[in-house]
């Protein structure tokens, strides 16, 4: 089984390479260290983003540094990843760039739309809470039917969300994803968000099953950072999926 998320599915294969013996004193990784470190990289975002909100002044190289901070937090997604990093450091710095982010561009929004932040918040761990549960009493089970299902369709919205940038860099015109916070909306962007969303919340089930199998198979407990870094990750990509469809419902 692999999960939905790039960097928790490197973990079973991690695993494999690091199983404890039962020797040298290592402690191996619990559920209750992943969920720790993932509420701490929470508080974290969230008093980056409250203190963006407060200091970073609405102005025309805002649309520039958030394009920045976004491709950096890109970059740390990609570099943590790929090579299994488990040293806090750069977790907490991916964190911190994504609370800046958050925190910016959601002032943008709520400037626009008041009371869409709240919105998006509650529904981000709403829609986390609510999958939690139903993994927790089995009533959706991750199957590789399902695995299969979630992965490719994520990987189909991370290219079309490429192609998409591509289309409004070069042509100045909106597509599936529409960028700009006022004017009309189309079916295809409510579509594409609805789809997101459905794949975002489904990719948490696949999360917590690899999560749970890799606190079975003995991991070092640093690995904890890695498990919280790829949840953080998720729901960053939750929060604003839904508050983007949220800002097409209110205009």
Do not use: K
Request: glycine share 12%.
């Amino acid at each position: 089984m692999r999960s939905a998320n790039p960097v928790l599915d490197r973990l079973d294969d991690t695993s494999r390479g690091h199983r404890l013996p039962g020797a040298g004193g290592v402690e191996a990784v619990t559920v209750d260290d992943v969920v720790v470190r993932t509420v701490g990289l929470l508080l974290l975002t969230g008093a980056t983003a409250a203190v963006a909100w407060v200091v970073v002044p609405q102005a025309a190289w805002v649309s520039a540094a958030l394009a920045g901070t976004a491709l950096a937090g890109v970059a740390l997604v990609l570099v943590i990843s790929l090579r299994g990093i488990t040293h806090p450091a750069p977790i907490i710095g991916y964190a911190l760039l994504q609370g800046l982010l958050l925190g910016v561009a959601s002032r943008a929004f709520e400037l626009v739309y008041p009371g869409i932040v709240a919105q998006a918040v509650v529904g981000t761990f709403g829609v986390f809470l609510g999958m939690a549960l139903l993994y927790r009493a089995r009533l959706i089970r991750a199957t590789p039917r399902l695995a299969r299902l979630v992965i490719g369709t994520l990987i189909g919205i991370l290219a079309i969300s490429l192609v998409n940038l591509a289309f409004r860099l070069f042509t100045g015109r909106q597509g599936v994803e529409v960028y700009s916070l006022t004017g009309q909306v189309g079916w295809l962007p409510y579509l594409f968000s609805g789809v997101a969303i459905i794949a975002g919340a489904l990719s948490f089930i696949l999360d917590f099953d690899q999560v749970e199998r890799s606190v079975r198979g003995g991991l070092p407990r640093r690995y904890a950072w890695l498990c919280a870094f790829g949840l953080l990750t998720g729901l960053v990509f939750l929060y604003w999926q839904i508050l983007r469809l949220l800002s097409y419902l209110r205009r």
